[in-house]
């Protein structure tokens, strides 16, 4: 399979426990050392503060999470993807930005390590 096959996989696992509100299987979709970087916010180290972190996200009404990947560049056991996410509070938009995620392949399974978003939204005044 291939890097950008097995992304996609794991993108859609990601998706649908987010959809879900199953905070512990998104965190299930990062290395146990990976790292969720969000503007204005210290980073989210590990699988128990990346659950943390989705939680409120659910907690504060974000209902859904879009991923649409522009690019994945594989170099064999790590890949990097870009790309946009929006995330909606029922059918409202709450944010859109861009991302890029640090992949690796840990026994075939790709998994993201380090995960960095920023909003395209204009800050609130």
């Known amino acids: ?18 959809n879900s509100g199953n905070a512990a299987d998104v965190a299930a979709c990062y290395t146990t050392e990976g790292q969720f970087k969000v503007p204005n916010a210290p980073t989210f ?6 659950k ?3 939680q409120g996200l659910i ?23 870009h ?6 509070a029922g059918d409202n938009l709450a944010d859109k930005g861009r991302f890029m995620v640090h992949w690796k392949n840990i026994y075939g399974k790709w998994y993201l390590h380090r995960d960095i978003i920023n909003s395209t939204q204009p800050a609130a005044g």
Do not use: H, Q
């Open 1 to 18: 399979m291939s890097a950008a096959d097995g992304i996609a996989a794991t993108n859609a696992e990601f998706i649908s426990a987010f």
């Open 45 to 50: 180290e590990g699988r128990d503060a990346i």
């Open 52 to 54: 943390g972190a989705m």
């Open 59 to 81: 907690d504060a009404g974000i209902t859904s999470i879009e991923l649409t990947t522009a690019e994945v560049e594989d170099f064999d056991e790590n890949a990097i993807e």
């Open 83 to 88: 790309g946009e996410y929006a995330l909606y």
